[in-house]
């Protein structure tokens, strides 16, 4: 079975529309690039594409209610939606250094959650 | 006590303003209206923040905390939640400025003047939308202050009125913290927002763009807004009779751009750029009417990148030390510069063929395969791919600057 997937180049402004075409899911070829690296982006996406997940999760007696974390690496894009979802029921207690880890190996992704705002802790 | 530098706004250009000059020995106080330093970055929980200036990619808050870090270890003087009231006395050698804070009022007085109190988001009633003064309306950078510092929902269900990069970011955030947005709507035929933003917010997630539509009306249940009514644009952004649909939304978030925050400037007599909204300044990003005054960041032009306002705030830090010194910056005759055709704005405005100098600008129209020239300078620059959303940046030499006539012309040629 072939398919053909139309991938929007984002590695520069010009935003080139990079077809791939692929048979039983292996790439056989890429049209429409102007650059390698714009080649080797169509390709990732179309076969694995990865995204950084950044959201924020409560943070308990700290300065501001909440505390802004990201995925330590890019994790499949299709995971994207199942970590926010996990991560609705996490919450940490202040203080929060960034690059505190929050969850080790989220949901076996391989990837951390990490801190990238501190929380001072206050009072309360 | 009189501080070398009063530097008003503790975001990406006035913090970058207070590292340098406290670096070189010099005392700087910075004047802040939120309750921390920081500015708009700390909400911008996105990455893309420090590529040019650490060549890493950070998160707002990770590129900013960079720079906080810096002030606290330098012990740079702040104060927050301070309003500055007024401009109280202004003359070469000192400048006074009255500030509200939790402290009460109070002058602060400095031997230079540094603005960097960032831009402010158009609002609805500068694109006249029609229709009740409803809750549920907010701009886009309002909801990133909810959602992002406080975790506060602004709704559930969302249309995205104009595709800037924050609205296109908040779109994302949106369907993340599973609320569902019915669409983006842009009146253009192309999106302003990045590339990366059309497809990693938008695309990845499905959510609609429709372009070259625009918002027509909006209606209110129970004081709060309920349906929008979207029509498609002719050529001129005239509503195209029977293309109209009503999608139910409990939120509208407006993404339709930023504006240099300038009444205070105004209030001191310096000049606006109707082009860039901002102020007309000299290539020390000193203001052409108020000598030691210096302007960075989004007070001074729309930036597409925060560390294009950090680079602003340095260069302003170092032309307020060489103002220090010398007792003033040395007059010279002056190169205006002039956007040409397809031009939209230059920054800044002003050259003294005294030193180089970094130019700023934006095209006024999507061009392909053309090129940037700079007639009197025999400057010529291939434009492979141009979007009046893409700031452009050159660096002009001294030299070449000498040599040129009374005005330099910038423009963008098709080949």
Known sequence: MTEELVITCIVCPMGCRIRVLKKDGEVIAVKGYSCPRGREYAVQEATRPLRVLMTVIPCINGDLPVVSVKTSKPIPRDKLLEVSRYLASVSVEAPVEIGDVIVENILGLGADIVATRPCKRVKN | ?415
């Open chain 2, 1 to 415: 006590m009189i501080y070398d530098s009063v530097i008003i706004g503790g975001g990406p250009a006035g913090l970058a303003a207070a590292v340098k000059l406290a670096e070189k020995g010099y005392e700087p106080v910075i004047i802040e209206s939120r309750d921390r330093l920081g500015g708009i970055p700390l909400q911008c929980i996105h990455p893309g923040f420090g590529l040019h200036l650490f060549r890493e990619d950070l998160t707002g808050p990770e590129y900013i905390y960079r720079f906080i870090d810096r002030i606290e270890e330098l012990g740079v003087k702040y104060v927050l939640e301070a309003y500055v009231e007024d401009i109280v006395n202004y003359s070469m050698i000192s400048k006074k400025v009255r500030i509200t804070s939790p402290k009460g009022v109070e002058v602060v007085e400095g031997k230079t003047l540094i603005y960097a109190a960032g831009a402010r988001e158009r609002t609805r009633y500068e694109i006249g939308l029609p229709g009740p003064n409803a809750a549920g309306i907010y701009t886009a950078g309002e909801a990133q202050t909810m959602m992002d510092m406080y975790g506060v929902m602004p709704g559930k269900r969302v249309l995205i009125l104009g595709s800037g990069d924050v609205g296109l970011i908040m779109a994302r955030r949106f369907v993340l913290e599973d609320a569902e947005v019915v669409g983006v709507v842009e009146i253009l035929n192309y999106p302003s927002g990045l590339v990366r933003n059309i497809v990693q917010c938008l695309q990845d997630y499905g959510i609609p763009l429709y372009l070259q539509h625009t918002v027509k009306e909006i209606r209110a249940r129970n004081g709060r807004v309920s349906e929008a009514v979207i029509t498609r644009v002719d050529e001129n952004f005239k509503p195209i009779p029977g293309s109209e649909f009503t999608v139910e939304i409990d939120a509208l978030i407006l993404a339709v751009g930023l504006r240099p925050r300038v009444k205070l400037l105004k209030k001191l007599g310096v000049r606006i750029d109707p082009r860039s909204h901002g102020p007309v300044v000299n290539d020390w990003l000193e203001t052409m009417d108020a000598p030691g005054l210096f302007v960075a960041g989004n007070a001074l032009m729309i930036n597409d990148y925060a560390d294009y306002a950090s680079m602003q705030g340095y260069w302003a830090a170092e032309s307020a030390i060489e103002y220090i010194e010398n007792k003033g910056l040395p007059s010279t005759r002056w190169r205006r510069v002039v956007p040409g055709e397809n031009t939209r704005l230059v920054v800044p405005q002003y050259l003294s063929g005294l030193r180089d100098a970094w130019l700023y600008l934006r095209v006024s129209t999507p061009l392909e395969n053309a090129r940037l020239v700079i007639p009197g300078l025999g400057r010529e620059i291939p434009l492979i791919h141009a979007l009046p959303s893409l700031q452009l940046r050159l660096m002009l030499r001294r030299e070449e600057i000498q040599n040129a006539g009374e005005e330099l012309v910038v423009e963008a040629l098709e080949r």
